[in-house]
């Protein structure tokens, strides 16, 4: 496993992590290395403990023959072979190049500069700083604004092609002049190409379509990777977007996922096992410049403890697609598979091929830092239902919805689970205990099984027969079209919805302190045949206000707006909205291929799904992103 920090729950993503992990930095990194190999013995002052996770990422950069510390608790420890000393015995140091590892380091130059010999050349991490031109605060190198970047699975080849799209939800937030640095990656990891592309000021939507890229570049086919990096943002240092995947020249595949998340983790969980007429591609897709060693890759049923290793290096930033069948042979549907990847790859992406058609989805991080919470039991008086995971179900005479829980943190165990029922006006129609689920279950239930209606359900927690819990309840959702076959899926994550009380920062806000009692989502526009919407949902953990008082904005691709319209969706009910009814295809025109909708509201917070759905069944879906 990488020795590296990349994300804590309260305290947010680790900006060391991301300075070091950028492909320019990579590059600036590997001509450090190569001089430092040049220059002979070599000492590294570690003064905030970044040398560990510099050598994780850079395994290239020569070890140190000597490393110094001046925290008198950390003398004599090891790290990277080599026993810590005290900064204060440097003045006898026998190297002959000095790497102190930290950035913005003239402050800590000016504070050694008697101590180092004269003849030991001196070096920081400063040498791998991206240029000023690509900081949002060029003052102060780590600040979490200088690296709003992520990836994203981004293909052009076999007919499919993928298509990002987003808003410039920065300049909600104070930003004026915001633009995209952009390098793509093919299969191989290769560079394809470098490119910035500016941001309309305002609320301006922003697409990049693989297809285009491809022609604009002169590109062969491709399945890779596309790094983006936001700069000049505010508010948010996460580049959050929808991902569509479309066949086209006879190719009806159609699906959609959201952003990577840009952080890596050691595990993550709900991929699913193949039908007997599927295959399950994991995309084992490289996040840094270090190739990632053979065995680091493992797939394991869920719970099962009897993992199954990837034999082979995968190259830096290369993009490989596995087929889980090969590791895990006889594995079928329902059962879960869990990967364990050691901290090298953001949140992947795994593809399901069936009849022709493929649908790219994907999986979420398991927390390492969870223990079950021995509170939730006890959160009834205060909190009503506590913790809910709302999906909608879809139409039954057209769709099948099928729900299944997945264990997301090494610790949980058990899941102690209920299904809530609740028509589109907020009746509840009915429940169905799950019971107390072992970690290595295989329940996928059809919720045409309870006679659901059309509207939406809630997972909750139900200790009738014990069990413990944390909070961190997921679920993969499939939604099969009865007449085509056509299926989308989704997972995501509980949440506390619409009470004034708090617990363990919920109910979440986009930004800022809990509780997060308003609405900011983001819907795209469809194109051609292909009909946007959302499926809205209004989830109450406790009663709250009886109907929503929603807004839905429709923007242009400059982010000026074209229409407003109000809806309002009853306490634990649900809406879907389709643009075109609501807006008029003269409105969607005028608002261009680059136009969106935004749902606002104040009064509650709502949570949505989005897709695109064409005559015949062909659908895509997935949960929406706020900011």
Same mark, same amino acid.
């Given at each position: ?45 570690? /003064? ?47 190297? *002959? ?11 800590? #130059? ?20 991206? /240029? ?16 709003? =970047? ?11 092609? =993928? ?12 930003? =004026?002049? @915001?633009?995209? !640095? ?12 470098? !490119? ?36 000049? @943002?505010?508010?948010?240092?996460? @580049? ?12 009806? *595949? ?8 840009? !952080?890596?983790? +050691? ?14 591609? #994991? ?38 697609? @596995? ?24 949140? /992947? ?23 079950? +919470? *021995? ?66 279950? +295989? ?46 899926? =989704? ?52 009663? !709250?206000? /009886? ?81």
């Amino acid at each position: 496993m990488l020795d590296i920090q990349t994300y804590d729950a309260r305290q947010g993503g680790n900006v060391l992590y991301k300075a070091l992990a950028h492909p320019l930095a990579a590059e600036a990194v590997a001509r450090l290395a190569q001089h430092l190999q040049e220059r002979g013995r070599l000492a590294v002052y570690d /003064p905030d403990g970044a040398c560990a996770m510099l050598y994780a990422l850079h395994p290239d950069v020569p070890a140190p023959r000597e490393l110094y510390v001046h925290d008198v608790t950390l003398v004599g420890r090891e790290t990277l072979g080599v026993a810590a000393r005290a900064l204060t015995g440097i003045t006898r140091s026998e190297a *002959s190049v000095l790497l102190v590892a930290a950035f913005d380091a003239d402050r800590i #130059l000016a504070r050694i500069a008697h101590m180092v010999p004269a003849h030991i050349e001196v070096l920081t991490l400063d040498a791998a700083r991206l /240029p000023d031109g690509m900081l949002t605060n060029p003052r102060r190198y780590l600040d979490r604004l200088n690296f709003a =970047t992520n990836f994203a699975f981004f293909r052009d080849a076999g007919g499919l092609s =993928t298509s990002l799209v987003t808003a410039n939800y920065w300049q909600a937030y104070g930003a =004026t002049t @915001v633009r995209l !640095w952009l390098r793509l990656y093919d299969g191989a990891g290769h560079a394809l190409a470098t !490119w910035e592309q500016a941001v309309p000021q305002g609320a301006a939507g922003i697409g990049i379509d693989s297809r285009e890229v491809r022609e604009r570049f002169g590109l062969p086919a491709f399945s890779g990777q596309l790094f983006v990096h936001a700069i000049g @943002v505010a508010g948010h240092d996460v @580049v959050k977007y929808a991902l569509d995947t479309y066949g086209h020249d006879g190719n009806q *595949s159609l699906s959609v996922t959201h952003d990577a998340n840009a !952080w890596p983790s +050691d595990r993550y969980a709900n991929l699913p096992a193949p039908r007997l007429d599927e295959r399950v591609l #994991l995309w084992v897709q490289n996040s840094h410049a270090a190739p990632i060693p053979p065995g680091a890759i493992q797939l394991d049923r869920m719970g099962r403890e009897r993992p199954a290793a990837l034999p082979f290096e995968v190259a830096p930033y290369a993009s490989v697609a @596995v087929d889980v069948a090969g590791l895990l042979p006889g594995l079928r549907w329902p059962a879960q598979i869990e990967l364990r990847c050691g901290r090298h790859m953001v949140r /992947p992406r795994y593809e399901v091929v069936r009849a022709g058609r493929t649908r790219i989805a994907h999986m979420n991080v398991e927390r390492a830092d969870l223990v079950p +919470d *021995s509170g939730i039991p006890t959160l009834a008086s205060l909190l009503g239902r506590g913790y809910i995971l709302p999906f909608p179900v879809l139409d039954p005479r057209n769709f099948r919805s099928i729900v299944q829980p997945a264990p997301m943190a090494p610790s949980q165990r058990t899941l102690p689970l209920r299904i809530d029922l609740f028509d589109a006006e907020g009746h509840k129609s009915g429940e169905h205990f799950l019971g107390c689920l072992p970690r290595d279950h +295989d329940i996928a239930l059809d919720l045409g099984t309870l006679a659901a209606p059309e509207g939406h359900a809630e997972l909750v927690y139900d200790f009738r027969d014990g069990g413990e819990a944390d909070g961190w309840m997921h679920a993969l959702v499939r939604y099969e079209h009865v007449a085509s076959g056509h299926v989308a899926e =989704t997972s995501f994550g509980a949440h506390i919805f619409n009470t004034a009380m708090t617990y363990r920062d919920e109910p979440q806000s986009y930004s800022g302190p809990p509780p997060g009692l308003s609405t900011r989502l983001f819907l795209k526009l469809g194109s051609g045949e292909k009909r946007s919407f959302s499926a809205l949902i209004y989830p109450a953990s406790a009663p !709250w206000r /009886p109907r929503s008082s929603t807004r839905l904005v429709l923007h242009d691709g400059e982010g000026e707006v074209v229409a407003e319209r109000p809806i309002e969706i009853a306490c634990c009910g649900s809406m879907m909205v389709w643009p075109h009814l609501v807006f008029g295809d003269a409105l969607l025109q005028q608002a261009g291929p680059r136009g969106y909708v935004l749902i606002r509201d104040t009064t509650c917070r709502l949570f949505g799904y989005h897709g695109l759905m064409q005559d015949g069944g062909r659908v895509s879906l997935d949960h929406m992103f706020g900011f």
